[in-house]
């Protein structure tokens, strides 16, 4: 059976924060869950396997995606629900099971998450791609990756090829209504000035065309 890695069982204190994302929550703890860094997203309860605190999350019935980072949990709701009454009961769980010493996750996600990353860096088709890969790893997990954690999600990198990168949307930025503005406006304009190979970004995990 595998080692639960646990949060440390002691006083707990969680405030929420508002995501660009109206539909999501950013649960900032007093202590970490994961490894700077390191972050998971889970579009649904199937997804979740790994994670028992956020399988529990899941048992919500208005929960529909939780993502998960070093010091925060966001959840994001249904439409037809309302914060203010949710908030409140969200907190409270949280509090109680990190507290108790709760299993997070069942596999420390962290080398799942760098082995990803290497295969996608590798994937690319030409010792080239695989070279302006890396650097486009280099400067979405050290530029784009804290900025965008303060608003409760990250963006990952998935492929490049032929000056197209492709990036995946998670926690508060999947479905997030300025989404498609800071990946336009923001993290191409970075990547085109930073790898002159960058003609265009786009991304998987939200609805909008670009």
């Known amino acids: ?14 405030y929420a924060e508002a995501s660009p ?3 999501s929550m950013k649960f900032v703890l007093n202590t970490h869950l994961l490894a700077d860094g390191v972050s998971v997203d889970y579009p649904n309860a ?9 399988q529990e999350l899941f048992q919500f019935d208005y929960v529909n995606r939780v993502f998960i980072a070093q010091n925060f949990v966001t959840v994001t ?6 914060w ?12 109680s099971y990190v507290e108790a010493g709760g299993p997070i996750f069942t596999v420390d996600p962290a080398a799942e998450q760098a082995a990803a990353q290497q295969a996608a860096a590798t994937g690319s088709s030409s010792e080239a791609d695989q070279q ?8 979405l997990d050290n530029y ?3 900025a965008v954690e303060q608003d409760g999600g990250n963006i990952t990198f998935k492929s490049y090829h032929d000056g ?3 990036v995946n949307l998670q926690g508060s930025c999947s479905g997030c209504p300025s989404a498609t503005v800071t990946l336009k406006s923001g993290i191409e304009n970075l990547l085109k000035r930073m790898v002159p190979e960058v003609k265009e970004v786009v991304a998987e995990g939200i609805t909008a065309s670009f």
């Open 1 to 14: 059976m595998a080692e639960q890695l646990t949060a440390p069982a002691a006083p707990v204190s969680i």
């Open 21 to 23: 994302n109206p539909e």
């Open 46 to 54: 199937e997804a979740a396997a790994n994670s028992p605190l956020a």
């Open 77 to 82: 709701k249904g439409t037809d629900h309302q």
């Open 84 to 95: 203010a009454q949710l908030i409140p009961e969200l907190r409270t769980f949280l509090k």
């Open 132 to 139: 302006t890969s890396q650097k486009i790893i280099d400067l």
């Open 144 to 146: 784009v990756r804290p």
């Open 164 to 166: 197209i990168v492709t």
